[in-house]
């Protein structure tokens, strides 16, 4: 279990040493404007969607009560 320690702490070490080889005069390079670019592909027709009632075909249907289960079970057979 110590070794196991051991080397996390030295990976941690060495990783927080390392020295950066890039060049001092390093500049990045810039980015591409692309707003133009975008403005031309995006030209696209998006018709509006118009709402759907979910419940349109709901019929309320109240419960019968309780009924047998062995008579219910046997209406609902294949056999029948």
Not at 42 to 65: C, E, F, M
């Amino acid at each position: 279990m110590k070794i196991y320690l051991l080397l996390g702490a030295s990976a941690l070490t060495l990783g927080a040493c390392a020295q950066d080889f890039r060049p001092l005069k390093y500049t990045p390079t810039p980015l591409p404007v692309v707003t133009a670019q975008q403005e031309i592909a995006n030209k696209t027709i998006v018709t509006p969607v118009q709402h759907q009632d979910p419940l349109a075909g709901y019929s309320y249907r109240s419960p019968t009560g309780p009924r047998d289960w062995r008579t219910v079970n046997q209406e609902q057979s294949e056999g029948n």
